[in-house]
């Protein structure tokens, strides 16, 4: 219970992706930057192909995706991942 608790206040931003996908493969190399960069950032990921009910809950339209949580809930869903500087904002 208690980390459930701990999740909903959380801010933390969650990378959906499938293996096969060559731009979630950039993503997931920029992500790797960003993270050397802002050590606390708390970021997860998720395999859209073992979890398809979470596409349908959160209507992703495509990957890679990167959903924002504040709180618990869901602030903003980013599908256009341009720049190592972009991921940093939005990451930040």
């Known amino acids: 219970m208690e980390e459930k608790r701990a999740f909903q ?31 606390g ?13 979470l596409a349908s809950q959160w209507q992703i339209q495509s990957v890679p995706c990167l959903m924002v949580f504040r709180q618990g809930e869901l602030i903003k869903q980013e599908y256009a991942m341009k720049s190592v500087i972009d991921l940093m904002a939005l990451l930040s």
């Open 9 to 39: 206040q959380a801010t933390f931003t969650l990378f959906v992706y499938t293996p096969l996908c060559g731009t979630c493969k950039a993503t997931e190399r920029m992500l790797h930057v960003v993270l050397q960069m802002l050590p």
């Open 41 to 53: 950032a708390a970021l997860f990921k998720c395999n859209i192909n073992v979890m398809p009910q």
